[in-house]
């Protein structure tokens, strides 16, 4: 796994996937009953996007991206190749300034 990872950022410097295959679901429930219109188990939603990045052992990072329509954070994460944890930090901090994380603060 580490070696067709590490072939993987020869070719490009980041990767980009979901955090998890569901929208956000009420804290109540431990993990969502549907995903897509489909009945969903208790481990549907952890489908392997994170995973892969812990297994290989590169940096990765998650940043808020978006509300879904019912107004719950939507994110994402951002790997890189190993080594480069500086950069990542960096890329993310860039993609955070130039298209900042929605509020979920009540306007005062």
Do not use: C
Request: glycine letters at 8%; aromatic letters at 8%.
């Amino acid at each position: 796994m580490r070696k067709r990872v590490a072939q993987l950022f020869e070719e490009v410097d980041v990767v980009l996937t979901p955090t998890v295959a569901a929208v956000p679901w009420p804290a109540e429930e431990s993990y969502p009953r549907e995903i897509a219109g489909q009945p969903a188990g208790p481990r549907d939603h952890a489908i392997f996007f994170i995973g892969w990045a812990n297994i290989a052992g590169v940096p990765a990072i998650n940043l808020p991206a978006a509300l879904s329509r019912s107004g719950l954070p939507i994110g994402v994460q951002i790997a890189a190749g190993f080594g480069v944890d500086a950069a990542l930090l960096e890329f993310a901090s860039e993609l955070e300034t130039d298209h900042p994380p929605p509020s979920l603060l009540p306007e005062m």
